[in-house]
C-alpha cells in the first residue's frame, strides 16, 4: 500500500534527524522550525511518531498478505 510506503519513508526521515541530533547535536527540525517548541515542530515530530507506530504494524503482517494484494492490482 502506498501508505505504508510515506510512513516508511517518514520514518526514515525522522530516524536521519535522530541521528543527527546524536551524533552532532543539530536538530534540523528545531533548525527548520525556529525552535522544538513551537507548532510546526511539534506537528512534525508527531508526524513522524504517528509514521513511526505505522511501520509497527509492517512488522506483523504476512508477506503473503503483501504479494497477494500486489497480484491483484495487476489484474485490474
Same mark, same amino acid.
Given at each position: 500500500?502506498?501508505? %505504508?510506503?510515506? #510512513?516508511?519513508i517518514?520514518?526514515?526521515? $525522522?530516524? &536521519?534527524?535522530?541521528?543527527?541530533?546524536?551524533?552532532f547535536?543539530? %536538530?534540523l527540525? #528545531?533548525w527548520?522550525c525556529?525552535?522544538? $517548541?513551537t &507548532?510546526?515542530?511539534r506537528?512534525i515530530?508527531?508526524v513522524?511518531a504517528?509514521?513511526?507506530?505505522?511501520?509497527?504494524s509492517?512488522?506483523?503482517r504476512?508477506?503473503?498478505?503483501?504479494e497477494?494484494?500486489?497480484?491483484?492490482?495487476?489484474?485490474?
Amino acid at each position: 500500500m502506498i501508505i %505504508d510506503r510515506i #510512513a516508511l519513508i517518514i520514518a526514515i526521515i $525522522g530516524t &536521519l534527524n535522530w541521528g543527527s541530533v546524536g551524533l552532532f547535536q543539530f %536538530d534540523l527540525v #528545531a533548525w527548520a522550525c525556529g525552535g522544538v $517548541g513551537t &507548532l510546526l515542530a511539534r506537528i512534525i515530530y508527531t508526524v513522524v511518531a504517528l509514521a513511526g507506530i505505522w511501520c509497527i504494524s509492517l512488522l506483523f503482517r504476512s508477506r503473503n498478505y503483501d504479494e497477494l494484494e500486489e497480484s491483484d492490482m495487476g489484474n485490474r
